[in-house]
């Protein structure tokens, strides 16, 4: 079984500032590690993704992770934020050998001007 | 093109309606998906489809009835749903499952609400 846990349900910021949403999960397998995005009324988007290689995932917007296994952590981080940024953040895990997306409950970040 | 398109943005229908909604995608995926999402909470899978066979019904009532006509057409037909059937419904496809292709596309969903 798995579970993907976002610790934080919503983290409000101020524009330009750092920010790090947190992501840990527990599977008895290996899995593949996802950070999506959806804006209001949208659609998810995929922010970043680990499958394998290097624990620092870059992604589109800025974003960046870092896969820590003996953590069982994947945080995300943003050197500086923008307004645009406003969003839920949902990560998920797939299990090796699944085929669907585990998602955590999701964090809302709010940048403020 | 990296995009899974959903007809209709928004529908109402009532309890004794029948509806379909509609996802397409043209990247030679060979699995779609079907998601509910309800206000502030992750998405559910309810449905899988794997070279347009049923891979996974995630036990979800029969008034939720999906199809998959062809590789890159998925519907999900509707019939006497309930109000907490209300949600967004999210289409998804990814390459078939393998060693290297995990990554699904979302589409931007169907707002539904049922009265």
């Known amino acids: 079984a798995q579970s993907v846990t976002q610790l934080d349900s919503q983290v409000p910021v101020f524009e330009e500032a750092p920010v790090e949403l947190r992501c840990n999960y527990s599977?008895?397998?290996?899995?593949?590690l996802f950070w999506y995005v959806q804006y209001p009324n949208q659609g998810l988007q995929l922010l970043l993704k680990?499958?394998?290689?290097?624990?620092l995932v870059k992604g589109i917007n800025g974003f960046e992770a870092e896969f820590n296994k003996s953590q069982t952590s994947f945080h995300l981080r943003k050197p500086s934020v923008h307004i645009s940024d406003t969003a839920e953040y949902f990560c998920?895990?797939?299990?090796?050998?699944?085929?669907?997306?585990?998602f955590g409950t999701g964090t809302r970040l709010t940048v403020i001007p | 093109d990296t995009e899974v398109t959903q007809t209709p943005k928004h529908l109402v229908m009532g309890m004794t309606n029948k509806k379909s909604l509609k996802c397409e995608q043209h990247m030679g995926h060979r699995a779609m998906y079907w998601y509910k999402q309800k206000a502030k909470k992750p998405p559910e899978l309810m449905f899988v489809y794997s070279y347009e066979k049923l891979s996974i019904n995630e036990s979800v009532p029969s008034r939720f009835s999906p199809e998959c006509p062809n590789s890159s057409l998925l519907n999900l037909h509707l019939h006497a749903l309930q109000p907490e059937d209300s949600a967004l419904y999210l289409c998804?496809?990814?390459?078939?499952?393998?060693?290297?292709?995990?990554?699904?596309?979302f589409g931007p969903g169907t707002r539904l609400t049922v009265t």
């Open positions: 680990y499958l394998s290689g290097s624990t």
């Open positions: 599977s008895s397998v290996s899995v593949y």
């Open positions: 998804a496809s990814s390459q078939d499952p393998g060693p290297n292709f995990y990554e699904q596309y």
């Open positions: 998920a895990v797939i299990p090796t050998g699944a085929n669907n997306l585990f």
